[in-house]
């Protein structure tokens, strides 16, 4: 994953917390194309600065686009990418120290006709049940299960900013919950918030109320001040969620054994 060398290498020199660098180099660029050519922010020309600032910063991770809507291929290149940069940071994170841990991207789960066997059962185990209009995958980006007995124990959703996907992962969360077979299924929420949706306590915006009272959590990938809660967390604090999610799980297995 050559296009996240950028990432790897600084978190492996100043730890877990400096991926946000990644993410203050498009800030960056974002502040260069507005001071530059404030009159432009609405329309084609802003985007088109924004793109080339981005490439002059961060070569590596974001490359010159060819041709096409600036605006559209931005917005579309930035949330797939994020998503991929979020998967690659929760890899990096549990390779070592959650081993019995694995990932795998939601859309490929469930767009993929031919699956092994493993995947295939992990994909049940995540499926919601709607009764005569049948089984349906949540729409989440990143899934992670145990290695070994293919049990789903959360999944995470991406954006850059909470607005409307924040309600679509609370509905999904909610449905999960009604079934037996799903129910401790976790489900977060990983953002970099740009719209300060998550910044703070009070007054509360809706898109926090929404993670504090119907999602199991939500982590903010950036440098800026955040008021943190029991649901509300900077992104460094993932790592050791997982561990005691882990933990949880093999408390509940050796009590059904007793």
């Known amino acids: 994953m050559e296009v996240w060398n950028h990432a790897e290498v600084t978190a492996s020199l100043y730890g877990n917390r400096a991926y946000a660098d990644v993410l203050v180099c498009r800030r960056r660029a974002v502040h260069s194309a507005r001071v530059a050519a404030p009159e432009q922010v609405g329309n084609t020309r802003y985007f088109e600065r924004k793109d080339t600032i981005l490439n002059h910063l961060c070569p590596d991770i974001y490359p010159k686009p060819l041709s096409g809507d600036h605006?559209?291929?931005?917005?579309?290149?930035?949330?797939?990418?994020?998503?991929?940069?979020?998967?690659?940071?929760?890899?990096?994170?549990?390779?070592?120290?959650?081993?019995?841990?694995?990932?795998?991207?939601?859309?490929?789960?469930?767009?993929?006709?031919?699956?092994?066997?493993?995947?295939?059962?992990?994909?049940?185990?995540?499926a919601i049940d709607y009764g005569s209009f049948g089984l349906h995958l949540p729409d989440v980006d990143i899934v992670v299960y145990h290695k070994r007995t293919y049990k789903v124990l959360a999944v995470f959703s991406s954006k850059v900013t909470l607005r409307e996907r924040i309600a679509q992962t609370g509905y999904w969360k909610l449905k999960l919950a009604t079934d037996e077979a799903t129910k401790h299924i976790r489900v977060y929420f990983v953002t970099p918030d740009e719209d300060g949706t998550l910044?703070?306590?009070?007054?509360?915006?809706?898109?926090?109320?929404?993670?504090?009272?119907?999602?199991?959590?939500?982590?903010?990938?950036?440098?800026?001040?955040?008021?943190?809660?029991e649901k509300v967390k900077l992104f460094e604090c993932l790592l050791e969620d997982l561990k005691r999610l882990v933990e949880e799980g093999i408390r509940l297995e050796l009590q059904k054994t007793k």
Do not use: C
Not at 80 to 94: S, T
């Open 199 to 229: 910044t703070h306590k009070k007054p509360v915006k809706k898109g926090r109320a929404i993670v504090e009272v119907d999602l199991d959590g939500s982590y903010v990938l950036t440098q800026e001040k955040v008021e943190q809660s």
């Open 71 to 126: 605006e559209q291929s931005w917005r579309a290149f930035k949330g797939k990418n994020l998503e991929k940069l979020i998967q690659f940071m929760i890899e990096d994170m549990i390779a070592e120290e959650l081993p019995d841990l694995r990932i795998i991207n939601g859309s490929r789960l469930e767009r993929s006709t031919r699956l092994s066997k493993e995947l295939s059962q992990v994909k049940r185990n995540l």
